[in-house]
């Protein structure tokens, strides 16, 4: 029987279709909600051991680049499933990826496995309206990052001042999201004592999405020390998630 830790597993409200799968075909005995936020992880352990009398629990509190070494190792003869999904890994740029991927690696005994989810490089409108849609969600959801500073930094960012953009980067294969200013201004983030002078039009970058090809995610995997074994996606291509395991040493040593 399997474990299987998600990392940013929020509430595990996609996880149950996993869950639901692994325990009917009796190949699941623990789960681990690995997650930076201490109150969603008692909650989603709470709510999942109500749900899953049966199945063991181990929440962990922690960051996906500092904590990861904080997941107890594997039960001898348990293999192990890591998973990653929801598209989270287009957020790091490619040599931050290739880090996180390989710190995910040192997880993994020969038996286990990564089950990981991409967004793929499809049509750049279908893309851009994602990342701009007309009800204004993103643009929300990106002009938080301003709150927050407010917040916890002790800024002055008047927030909204600053307006969203968004596209594709064609030669990254990213969605860039960025705030511009739109007149000039100065701002102070107390906590830091630091200023910051915008001009007019003048861009920060808040967040990168990357979207993949095989030939990008398997480049990654085999930089990791990883390697592609099975990929799936929807019928329209959109969205994929691959299993891979780590890659023989031999192997490894031939790729660096």
Same mark, same amino acid.
């Given at each position: 029987?399997? #474990?299987?830790?998600?990392?940013?597993?929020?509430?595990?409200?996609?996880?149950?279709?996993? +869950?639901?799968?692994?325990?009917?075909?009796?190949?699941?005995?623990?789960?681990?909600?690995?997650?930076?936020?201490?109150?969603?992880?008692?909650?989603?352990?709470?709510?999942?051991? =109500?749900?899953?009398?049966?199945?063991?629990?181990?929440?962990?509190?922690?960051? @996906?680049?500092?904590?990861?070494?904080?997941?107890?190792?594997?039960?001898?003869?348990?293999?192990?499933?890591?998973?990653?999904?929801?598209?989270?890994?287009?957020?790091?740029?490619?040599?931050?990826?290739?880090?996180?991927?390989?710190?995910?690696?040192? +997880?993994?005994?020969?038996?286990?496995?990564?089950?990981?989810? =991409?967004?793929?490089?499809?049509?750049?409108?279908? +893309?851009?309206?994602?990342?701009?849609?007309?009800?204004?969600? =993103?643009?929300?959801?990106?002009?938080?990052?301003?709150?927050?500073?407010?917040? #916890?930094?002790?800024?002055?960012?008047?927030?909204?001042?600053?307006?969203?953009?968004? @596209?594709?980067?064609?030669?990254?294969?990213?969605? #860039?999201?960025?705030?511009?200013?739109?007149?000039?201004?100065?701002?102070?983030?107390?906590?830091?004592?630091?200023?910051?002078?915008?001009?007019?039009?003048?861009?920060?970058? =808040?967040?990168?999405?990357?979207?993949?090809?095989?030939?990008?995610?398997?480049?990654?995997?085999?930089?990791?020390?990883?390697?592609?074994? #099975?990929?799936?996606?929807?019928?329209?291509?959109? @969205?994929?998630?691959?299993?891979?395991?780590?890659?023989?040493?031999?192997?490894?040593?031939?790729?660096?």
């Amino acid at each position: 029987m399997a #474990e299987l830790v998600e990392l940013g597993a929020g509430t595990a409200s996609k996880t149950r279709v996993l +869950l639901d799968a692994m325990l009917r075909a009796g190949s699941l005995w623990r789960y681990v909600p690995f997650d930076v936020a201490e109150q969603t992880v008692r909650d989603c352990a709470a709510a999942l051991a =109500t749900e899953y009398p049966a199945l063991e629990i181990h929440g962990i509190v922690g960051d @996906f680049e500092r904590h990861l070494p904080a997941i107890p190792p594997p039960e001898p003869g348990r293999p192990r499933v890591v998973a990653l999904l929801g598209g989270t890994v287009g957020n790091f740029t490619p040599g931050s990826r290739r880090r996180f991927l390989r710190s995910i690696a040192a +997880l993994l005994s020969p038996s286990d496995c990564l089950l990981l989810g =991409t967004d793929l490089v499809k049509d750049v409108d279908v +893309l851009e309206a994602a990342y701009d849609d007309a009800q204004r969600i =993103t643009a929300e959801f990106n002009r938080n990052v301003l709150h927050v500073l407010n917040r #916890e930094l002790d800024a002055d960012f008047p927030c909204e001042l600053f307006e969203h953009v968004a @596209f594709f980067d064609t030669e990254h294969e990213w969605i #860039e999201m960025r705030l511009r200013a739109r007149r000039a201004c100065r701002i102070r983030i107390r906590a830091v004592d630091l200023e910051v002078e915008f001009a007019r039009g003048e861009e920060m970058r =808040t967040e990168i999405s990357a979207k993949f090809t095989p030939a990008r995610l398997e480049a990654d995997y085999a930089a990791a020390g990883l390697e592609l074994a #099975e990929w799936f996606t929807d019928e329209n291509g959109l @969205f994929a998630l691959s299993l891979a395991y780590p890659r023989p040493a031999t192997m490894r040593r031939a790729v660096r």
